[in-house]
């Protein structure tokens, strides 16, 4: 089990006695320079240094690409990797095609990564999201690649950066199509 990463900060503001108050500097400010950073804990990184995580935001620190026969536990860190504005939709596409009407009933499904860097360097994280059998990818940016049935979506984040990635996947269930009603010709 992967630990938290625990970040300590140790900051030289001398001793303030009784009756001192204690300023807070703003966020804007510079650190100070006796400024000291410990950070314990595992790599979230696998061996290529990416930072691995599925649509259930489960980051796989030992996880190697293809992704053939792969099992492996994730690990759930929210403070890292969260889901937000989870929705799922469906409506009736229709679409003239010649003489016809083509119609299809469409179902969407959405979902935005919250992924943050909790390290001192950049870092790149590989979204896996798992394509069902008939659906398709309907998201910009597109993924980077895919593997089988999952596609693969590559986001770089910068020291201690929050980044969102917006994921859609869509599938159509195609409907009989309807002959569309003649013209009079009148040219209208």
């Known amino acids: 089990m992967l630990a938290v990463v625990a970040l ?27 400024m000291q950073m410990t950070m314990v804990g595992t790599s979230l990184k696998a061996s290529d240094g990416k930072i691995y995580v599925n649509q259930n935001c489960e980051i796989f620190p030992g996880l190697t690409l293809p992704l053939k026969g792969h099992k492996a536990e994730g690990e759930l860190i929210p403070e890292v990797c969260h889901v937000e504005n989870v929705e799922q939709s ?5 679409k003239p095609a010649g003489d016809e009407l083509e119609r299809a009933n469409v179902e969407i499904r ?5 992924l943050q860097n909790i390290s001192v360097k950049p870092a790149v994280f590989e979204v ?3 394509v069902p059998e008939g659906w ?22 910068g020291p201690w950066e929050t980044v969102r990635l917006h994921v859609g996947l869509r599938h159509a269930k195609e409907l009989k199509a309807k002959a569309l009603p003649l013209g009079d010709g009148g040219g209208r």
């Open 8 to 34: 300590a900060v140790v900051m030289g503001t001398g001793d303030t006695g009784p009756g001192q108050e204690t300023r807070s500097e703003s966020p804007a400010a510079p650190p100070a320079s006796t």
């Open 90 to 94: 469906e409506r009736r596409q229709e």
């Open 110 to 114: 959405e979902q935005e990564y919250v």
């Open 128 to 130: 896996l999201e798992q």
């Open 136 to 157: 398709s990818v309907d998201s910009d940016p597109r993924p980077e690649k895919t593997d089988g049935p999952v596609a693969i979506f590559e986001v770089h984040a």
